[in-house]
């Protein structure tokens, strides 16, 4: 699902500031179309895949994203190491009993403006250490913010449907 235009500015300028934790971003191709990667400043990588773009200022963790396996499995164990993410997909799935709408939740660092800088989804068992590991996520003036999976999922929507 694509993501506001704000939350792709934040995230992206999170990861390119060396005092805030994200050392990278991860857009979808919805997202990746709209931006202007010859726009990002020396010393940033901009990986483009058919399953989306990487922007870090890490080249180790570039070559990664490069050197990640497709298969959709694999691609998500790869992609939680490389966002630092506590759970990666699949372990979300399991330990929600295969119901992660019902169980998980989403898990955001906001800006002062409301703006996601980071976002993971986790399972009940990853809540406390999930929550724990995002609050440094969060910049001054923002929040922490939990909540169901299909809100976050329609915050999302809403906000896309906003910036059109």
Not at 23 to 42: C, I, Q, S, W, Y
Not at 73 to 96: H, N, P, Q, T
Not at 104 to 115: F, P, S, T
């Amino acid at each position: 699902m694509p993501e506001p235009a704000g939350d792709i500015r934040a995230q992206i300028a999170a990861t390119l500031d060396p005092s805030h934790p994200k050392r990278a971003a991860f857009m979808v191709p919805g997202n990746a179309e709209r931006l202007d990667l010859k726009a990002l400043p020396e010393g940033a990588y901009a990986v483009e895949r058919a399953e989306g773009t990487l922007i870090t200022t890490d080249r180790a963790t570039a070559e990664a994203f490069e050197a990640a396996p497709s298969e959709r499995g694999s691609f998500d164990a790869a992609m939680a190491a490389i966002l630092g993410l506590a759970e990666e997909k699949s372990v979300v799935v399991e330990r929600c009993r295969g119901d992660p709408e019902r169980y998980a939740r989403a898990v955001q660092a906001r800006d002062q403006r409301g703006n996601v800088v980071t976002e993971t989804f986790t399972s009940p068992v990853g809540f406390l250490a999930t929550c724990d590991a995002m609050q440094a996520h969060v910049p001054p003036g923002g929040q922490l913010v939990v909540s169901g999976a299909g809100l976050a999922i329609s915050r999302r929507v809403a906000m896309r449907w906003v910036d059109e």
